[in-house]
């Protein structure tokens, strides 16, 4: 029992003194059915007793528990969201925004990072689904999600985001990463540019590898030779992504010439290449996919292919409710339009 | 039940259709105790039986329920985390720390933002009690934290990071603010300025109060007067701080003349600042409280009051499984070192 005037220290002994109905109906001088019509809402109670039920429950500090409603009535009333890195600034907003639907739905959101490792998305997909959520909104690391289909089944919803799901049908909310790097690279392309270089993320990624696919797109559309040198796909830390910009500009370790622009596939990248002192002298034009904070204010500017993080994740946590809520028609892709935002970077002419 | 070659749909009316142990044991034709003790990893079992157990899991798509086992055990195996807002780039490391912390101990992470909100951090917080979270780490947005009370003394592990607990006594891990400002603010005494202003958040939250608190101080200790319309919180909406930064440094709606320099009082306020025409036109000198991505490559580089947002994370975490695991020792508070980094903003002379 709590004692308001000192307070208490955890200590793992007590776990299961929580107060239970029982000592509510006690304390109230009630039944216990009537404790549980005051806890759940349900009519039938006078206001008095009500009133006595109540003060009880403040008393004793009594919480009801979840875990015998889950049990009780199969929906938690939780989400899980699965993202690859917490700490990736284009998941924020996205992150906040499933946040907010999941909230106008009265659902907690439950929250977990796969740091791009298949292993660990599939842990951690698995924990929350023992935890029964009521559904999933997964940025997918792997590329087998077949170990979803019992879920599915047994009716786990289940919408992915950013990237789609591999080897099943399921929902997913995309941005169109292909049109958009596309619509970079002959940016950049009509701005003189002939040698173009591409750095991006791991080429497992759906979106990495539908971005080089823009960028193939882009350079054959205007009959120009890709120099196989000129493509990066790695881990986006620091150290591979700065070796690979250096290595592109300077021509080093390849017959071909250096390139003059650069497309790089994702928000990771970009911040590290603007920091390359060979890319600033040599003025490398640069688009980069994602926008970012503060890509405005440096010099010079950077043009970038902007995504809406905050939409995908509102659309996506919206047709995982519109699931929940019984919406059982065919799988859905949902793609959104990306939006080149000309700065000054992308427009740097070609050294001649 | 699943079927593999083709992928189901969720439907609500599913719900409560998952295989149970009784379904496992039937097909595998042992009894529901052999079931159990091959799902809880228990002895007695020979491996032909334990095959044959894992081998109807698998075809049934049986799961473990977790929460019959958190009302029989007693521990869920996850912790709450309630942040201020899940899309500021300053607890992103923050939360990553704190996932690391949970996944070495085996515990999912819940999370959720209060969005400044006293009532949504009490609601979010009594929710996640109510899911039997076994710890919380919380940054608070509430000036009273004895709704709490009930719940640590029911065994809720808590601990408050960046910002104490209000009118009760628990565990908490914050940075040196009111040194770390102070130190920023002499910083810029000691280049020349004596009117300088401080732009910082809503009063009420403790950060903000404490920053002020050391931009007192220094000014003090140097011996220079505070004109009060050389400070100003408030809510970090741009709007709001955009309108101040400019009537300082214009030395408008005051008898005082203009200020010099800046101290802002975290990193959304500080990129605010930086995008201001007027503090850019009159070489405005600032120090940002917080490091943020990029500052070192704005025009000047930002100078900072650098914070450890991920040791933060890291240590708060640690504490919280302390306690868990027995710690129950007085409630602790330990802070953090801030670190000043000088890179150009902050070493503009005042202009004469």
Redesign the interface.
């Known amino acids: ?4 005037a000192r ?13 239970t109905m029982k000592d509510v109906a006690a304390r109230a001088g009630v039944g216990l059915k009537t404790v549980s019509r005051v806890v759940n809402g349900e009519p039938g109670v006078t206001p008095d007793t009500e009133r006595r039920v109540q003060e009880a429950i403040t008393a ?2 009594f ?6 409603r ?2 009780r009535k ?3 009333s ?1 989400i899980g969201l699965v993202l690859e ?5 284009f998941y ?2 996205l ?2 925004a499933v ?1 907010e639907v999941a909230r106008a739905h009265g659902a ?6 796969s740091a791009e490792d298949e292993e660990r998305e599939r842990e ?1 997909v ?7 959520v009521d ?1 999933l909104v997964i940025i997918p690391a792997g590329a087998d999600h ?1 170990y979803l ?10 919408v992915f985001v950013d990237r789609p799901a591999a080897r ?3 929902d997913a909310v995309l941005s169109r990463s292909f049109e958009g790097a596309r619509e970079g690279v002959a940016h950049l392309i009509a701005h003189g540019h002939r040698r173009i270089g591409f750095i991006g993320d791991l080429p497992r990624i759906h979106t990495a590898a539908e971005r080089l696919r823009g960028y193939r797109a882009a350079m054959a559309e205007a009959g120009l030779p890709v120099d196989e040198s000129w493509v990066a796909l790695g881990p986006t830390h620091p150290e591979r992504v700065r070796a690979d910009a250096e290595r592109m500009v300077e021509g080093r370790g390849s017959a071909a010439a250096p390139v003059t622009a650069l497309l790089t596939g994702n928000n990771r990248v970009t ?1 590290t290449v ?2 390359v002192p060979a890319v600033r002298e040599r003025r490398v034009a640069l688009v980069g996919f994602d926008d ?3 890509a405005d ?3 010079p500017p950077v043009t970038v292919i902007a995504q809406e993080p905050a939409l995908l994740g509102r659309k996506a946590a919206e047709l995982l409710f519109r ?4 919406a ?1 028609d ?2 859905r892709r949902v793609e959104l339009p990306t939006r080149l935002i000309p700065r000054g970077s992308g427009e740097i002419p070609p050294r001649s």
Chains 1, 2 share one sequence.
């Not at 307070?7 to 107060?19: N, T």
């Not at 919480?63 to 015998?68: G, I, L, Y």
């Not at 890195?85 to 600034?89: G, K």
Request: with cysteine; aromatic share 2%; proline share 8%.
């Open positions: 029992m709590a004692d308001s307070p208490a220290r955890p200590a793992r002994r007590r776990y299961g003194l929580r107060p004793l500090g919480r009801r528990n979840d875990s015998a889950i049990l199969g929906r938690t939780s890195d917490l700490a990736d600034p924020a907003p992150s906040r946040e907690l959101l439950i929250n977990g990072s951690l698995l924990a929350l689904c023992a935890r029964r559904g077949r289909e019992p879920e599915i089944a047994a009716g786990v919803a289940t099943i049908e399921a911040v603007v920091r970012f904070e503060l204010l440096l010099t699931r929940l809520e019984g059982d065919a799988p």
